[in-house]
Each structure stands twice: as C-alpha cells, then as structure tokens.
C-alpha cells in the first residue's frame, strides 16, 4: 500500500494564534488556527487523505475500506485508538484534566485520554501547569478554584524547544501562552475545564466549569515532573529518542541526516509528523515529498521506508 498524505481538521479556539498558517502554511481560512487534528478519526474533527486514489476520503473512511492498513496491535481497541494534532497557544488554554477510560466511559460513554506533549517551539519564559505542586484534599482544591488562587497550587514548569511532557489522565494541567505543541493523545476529545482565568466566550459569557466531574477524576497528588524522554541512539542515517510509550501509542523523535530507514511492520501503521526540515519518504509503492508540518501515514506492513533530509520527525505507532 502507498504512503498516504494527510489534511488535517482545524478549530478555531478563542486563545488560538496564527502561526499554523503562517509558518506551516496550513490551508485555514479561520481568524485563529488553535489547533490542526493531522490524524483524527474522531467525529469533532477527521483528518483525510490529500491526493491520489482516496483524495478527500476522511482516514476513518479509508481505514474502513483498508482495514490491513491498522495492523494487528490496534485489534485490542474498540476505536482507532490515537489522535495527533499541533497546537498553538498564543494564550494560555484553561485549566483542565481528563478523565480515565473507566470513568469516561460509565459518564460519558466515550473514553478517556492521557496525552504526550512535544515543545516544537516556546516563547522566552513560556511555561505550563503540570499536576499540583502539594498535596490537596478535594475541598480545598475547590475553594481555591472558587476564590482564585488555583493556579498557586499547581506545578509550574519552564518549557524549551524539544521538552517532552507526559500527561497521564487524571493530571490537572494547562498549556501557557507562547507555545507551539505537538501533542499525542488517546482517542478522545472528552475535556474537564477546572479554571478559566475569568475569559468569556464567543457568547460574551464566561466558559463553562465542570468542577464537580474534575473533582472526582484529579490526582490531587504532586505529579512526577522529571523528563521522560530516553537517551538518543544513534543509527545509521540519523538518530532515534524515544518520547513516550503506553498502552495507546509509542512515539519517537526520528532525526534525519542524510537518509535512514524506518520499518512498518505488520503490527502498526507509522504516522510520521514533520518537526523540522524538508524531503522525501520512500516505500515500496512510492515516495512523498514533506516539509515542515507536513502528516504522513504509513500503512502497516508497508515494509522498509526510505527517509531522506535533513529533518525531524515524529513518528509514532500503536
């Protein structure tokens, strides 16, 4: 099966910027372009195939019709299991947790999400909020909610350009303004909003809380902030650093010299993310072209993938 190109789905949210289309020149008519979802199968917003044979299928549409393209680790899931997408947060996002799969599913028959995030780019003194920095029994992680002072509570962490953060659900969290992510989640789109800053929507009336459901999902317990991401290794054409590996996804940081082969076995697709740089993904069926921010999928089973660069990728697979 060929290499496939992807186009994403956009949202428009209120702290959203600008640089999605004006430095990744995603095709966005939208004032804001908050969020680009480059491999979605979920009903709020669906990624589809760019050219070729399935031009303009939706990827849900698609793996329908080429259900050999998942591979077999994705048989334990009920529903493709990974959303990708890059958000850019010329504001600060609300203060939000979500819930697990169990609590998702009995309350809003959905599931739930844990999240990696990827710092492709950050503002000087950019920071975001990452679990609490001291343990808090529930009613006072209300009452500080409710006067104000939520956000002295919370763990407040530096970011930089190539900083991996890893958001099991359950963990209070908020990107800061100034940042541009590349985030790898569960499935879901199943948000719990604990603390706004006092923002009023579209409506002109403040944005919804649901601290009773965040009250019940927290960990109300410091997270671990230290870094996850492990060693690089260096392989042939380049060098490989693992990011982040749980039941939902495995992600690497692919960086590409000149060339370097990557392998689509048949137990997962690949989904390859362009971080940085420019040039081509060969397969046995064909080769695609790529800069940066581009989305690519690779069917399972697809073989050995022939990369060139210099670049750096995202690669991920179930």
Same mark, same amino acid.
């Given at each position: 099966m060929k290499i496939e190109t992807l186009s994403p789905a956009f949202k428009d949210y209120l702290?959203?910027?600008?640089?999605?289309?004006?430095?990744y020149h995603k095709p966005c008519s939208l004032p804001k372009v908050a969020e680009s979802w480059e491999l979605s199968t979920h009903p709020d917003g669906q990624s589809a &195939?760019?050219?070729g044979q399935f031009d303009g299928l939706t990827l849900s549409d698609y793996l329908a019709q080429n259900p050999q393209a998942l591979g077999t680790h994705c048989q334990a899931f009920e529903n493709f299991p990974v959303l990708i997408k890059f958000i850019d947060a010329k504001q600060p996002l609300s203060i939000q947790v979500h819930?697990?799969?169990?609590?998702?599913?009995?309350?809003?028959?959905q599931y739930g999400k844990t999240e990696m995030w990827y710092?492709?780019?950050?503002?000087?003194?950019?920071f975001l909020y990452f679990g609490v920095n001291q343990e808090l029994a529930p009613e006072e992680f209300r009452r500080r909610i409710e006067d104000n002072t939520v956000e002295q509570v919370l763990h407040k962490a530096p970011v930089h350009p190539g900083d991996v953060f890893f958001i099991p659900s359950g963990t209070?969290?908020?990107?800061?303004?100034? &940042?541009?992510?590349?985030e790898i989640q569960q499935n879901s789109n199943c948000t719990y909003?604990?603390?706004?800053?006092?923002r009023l929507g579209a409506?002109?009336?403040p944005r919804e809380l649901h601290v009773e459901k965040a009250l019940a999902v927290s960990r109300l317990t410091p997270s671990d902030p230290a870094e996850k991401q492990a060693a690089p290794q260096a392989v042939p054409g380049g060098e490989i650093t693992r990011l982040a590996s749980c039941k939902y996804f495995t992600t690497d940081r692919i960086r590409v010299d000149s060339a370097l082969t990557l392998s689509a076995g048949p137990e997962s697709f690949l989904s390859l993310v362009v971080m940085e740089g420019s040039g081509t993904a060969a397969g046995p069926e064909n080769t695609v072209e790529f800069r940066p921010g581009d989305s690519l999928f690779v069917p399972a089973a697809s073989g050995e993938i022939q990369v060139t660069g210099p670049c750096t990728l995202a690669v991920t697979r179930v």
């Open positions: 702290w959203g910027g600008t640089r999605l289309r004006d430095d &195939i760019s050219g819930p697990s799969d169990e609590y998702a599913l009995e309350v809003e028959h710092v492709m780019d950050a503002e000087p003194g950019a209070i969290h908020a990107i800061g303004a100034g &940042i541009l992510i590349c909003r604990v603390y706004d800053y006092g409506d002109g009336k």
